[in-house]
C-alpha cells in the first residue's frame, strides 16, 4: 500500500508552511509598526497606558490583522517555493518521474485547508473576542443615535422610537411616535407622542420583556394634529415582547462593526434586520456574512495561484510572478468596499457580490494553467 504521505509530501509541506510563516510575519509587522505601534508608544508616554496595557493593545489588535495576512502569506509563500523549486530545476526532476500537476499540488492543498480552517475560525472567534477586549481597554461610551420602526400587515408604520443617544441598557432621550390608522396622501398621522428622558430594557409588570421610560411626557394629539393633552408620567412601557428583544439586539450591534460579531450572532442580526425591513442595512449584513465563508477559502485559491506563478522557466524573471501576485491581492482587498456597496444598494444580490472575488480568481487560475501548459 502506497504511503499518503511521502518524503516530497514533507518536504513541499515544510518548504511552503515556512516560508508562509515568514510572509504572514512579515505583513504584520508592516501592518502594524507605521501608526498602531506609534500611537500606542505615545499613549504609554502620555501615561493613558501602562507598559502591559499597550502591550495587551497590540497583542488583541494581531487577531483583525491575522485575517488578511493569512491569504496573502500562503500566495507569497507558496509563489516564492514554488519558483525556488523551479530556479533550481527541481520541479523538471518531479515532472522528469511522472509527478502530475496535482500530484504535485497534493501538500500544498493539504496546508491551505489548514490555513482555511485558521482564517475561518479567525473571523468567527478571534476578532470579534479582540474586539471586544480592546473595548474594555481603551473604555470611553460610544453614544450613537438609533430609530426603531413597528409596521401593520400594509407595511404602513405603527410606532416609531428613536433614542438620541444610548450605551449598552442605558438610553436618553427616547421619544415615541404612536401613528394613527389615517393615512393622507403624502404622510402619516400621530395620535400620540411619548418624550421619556431615560430609558432601559427591562420587564414589564406581567415579567415580559420590554423597554422601559421613565420621566414621561405624553403628548395626545387629535385628528388635526392639534395637542389636546399633555400628562406627565414616571414610568411607562413600550416595545412589549419579541419587539423589545429583537429592537434592543439591532440597537446594539448597529454600533458594531462586522468583524465584532461572530458568525451565530451575525447571522441572528441579519435575520432580525430582514423582519424590520431595514433593506438596506439586511443586504450589507448579509454580504458581510457570506464573506465569512467565502473570504477563508480564498485561501486556498490564493495557494494554487502562488504554484501557478512560481511555475517558470530558469532564466524568467522572478520579478514577473511576485507583482501579478501583488497586483492580484490589491484588487481582492481594494475591491470588497466596492462590492459592499454594489450589496448595500441592491444592484447585485448579496450572493453574486460575496461570491465574486473567489470567481475571479478561480477564473484567473484556469487562466494561468491553461497559459502554463501543465
Known sequence: ??????????????????????????????????????????????????????????????????????????????????????????????????????????????????????????????????????????????????????????????????????????????IVLNFSKQVFDDLHGLNNILVGESGYKGVDKNGNPCWVLEDVTSYNINEDGIFKKITKQDKTYILNGEDAEDAYTIMINSTKRDRDINNKDLKHYVDLLKKANLDEDYRLMYNKYLQRFFHPFVCVLLAILGCLLGFSKPREQRLIGFTIAIGCIFVYYITLPFFDLLAEKGVLHPIITAAFPPGAFLCAIIAFYKSRDL
Not at 4 to 10: I, Q
Open 1 to 174: 500500500m502506497k504511503r499518503l504521505f511521502t518524503v516530497y509530501d514533507r518536504y513541499i509541506f515544510m518548504q511552503v508552511l515556512t516560508t508562509t510563516i515568514v510572509a504572514i510575519l512579515l505583513f504584520t509587522i508592516v501592518w502594524i509598526a507605521p501608526e498602531m505601534l506609534l500611537n500606542t508608544i505615545k499613549k504609554i508616554l502620555a501615561h493613558e497606558y501602562t507598559v502591559k496595557t499597550g502591550i495587551m493593545v497590540l497583542v488583541y489588535e494581531l487577531p483583525k490583522i491575522l485575517g488578511k495576512a493569512f491569504p496573502v502569506g500562503l500566495l507569497l509563500g507558496s509563489l516564492f517555493t514554488f519558483d525556488k523549486l523551479s530556479k533550481d530545476s527541481e520541479l523538471t526532476i518531479f515532472r522528469a518521474v511522472g509527478m502530475s500537476f496535482s500530484r504535485i499540488l497534493r501538500p500544498l492543498l493539504i496546508l491551505s485547508f489548514i490555513v482555511t480552517y485558521l482564517c475561518f475560525v479567525t473571523y468567527d472567534k478571534w476578532i470579534p473576542y479582540s474586539c471586544q477586549k480592546l473595548q474594555e481597554i481603551k473604555g470611553g461610551e460610544a453614544l450613537t443615535q438609533y430609530i426603531y420602526t413597528q409596521k401593520d400587515e400594509n407595511n404602513h408604520p405603527k410606532q416609531a422610537v428613536i433614542v438620541s443617544k444610548f450605551f449598552r441598557n442605558k438610553m436618553t432621550n427616547v
